[in-house]
């Protein structure tokens, strides 16, 4: 994640965390939450007028706002973290066209967290209060040790009770390539369920190689972390251990499996090349920002000291950026 984009979050949540607190504090009513109320709706629409969701989530102790991990360490943002992880619901979705009386609504469910908790009860709680833009997000996902098995979480993570519909409109979508539901993808119960369906439908391994692959484009294309890496690769994994598996039981198994060995294989392999593009582009912003921060200090050096000479040749001798090299002319 970028910084400016990792700084915006950190202020909206800021943002929220202040308006949660003096809320709690004055009432909706009160002078001071009244003036907070335009400001916090500007930053999030920041967001949400470009046709995209703002997505808040609490995992455990982490803290994600549209799938980007975030270090929170101010008790404010903290305390409001807090109160979303006691609805244990796995995360708010708000939509494009959230509005002020929504996010009096917000406010109101979160400083409900202590006596309300699971999807169904905040669904009927923002019925009543007419929040449509706000969608409480029941599946979600644990991050796991090597070796350790993704588990159900009571309601958070509650894949039988999904319905037949999201299970058959997200199948429905992949096979057209289309990837709608951000938080589905990301949990391996329910691929593996999907998965199990489609092999029965699909005709050739061909065909669900097509779909192995929109799965893995869209895991990989979205990492932009060491966090997102683990999980997703973690989630790959498990897919192509269940896919196996359940191949067992096709005619002429021996090609289906080779099929899908060979584009895990070719997945695993597109994940890997992310990892180093990461790497690399870290490393090249810090050897940029130093090479910087050389012609700067190169300055002060009056140009016909030997000092001055010495140093550009060494400089010549490491190799300079492409974006110095006129610096250095």
Partial sequence: MDADKKQSYLNLLRKLSMLLYNTKLYGLDHHVVKAQLPEVISEIEKITLKNNSLILSAQGNLTFINGEELEVRDGLSKNFMSDLAKLKIGSLDLEPGFTLNELDALMLLLISSANLAGVEQAKAFLVEHHAKHIIPVFASYKMVQENEQIIKEGEVVNI??????????????LQYGVIKDKTLVHNPLFLCGVFNDLIQTINTPEDLLKVIWVIGEYLIDEISTATEMEVNRKVLEQLKVHLLAQLEQKENKEKWKETTEKSFEKIIAALQLKKF????KKHKN????????????????PEDSKLYQKTKEELKKIGIPEIDKNMFA
Wanted: hydrophobic share 40%; glycine share 0%; net charge negative.
């Fill in 160 to 173: 039988d009770q999904m319905s037949p519909e999201a299970a058959k409109s997200f199948s429905s979508d």
């Fill in 277 to 280: 593009i990461l790497l690399y």
């Fill in 286 to 301: 810090q050897i940029e920002a130093v090479s910087k921060k050389t012609c700067s200090l190169l300055q002060h050096i």
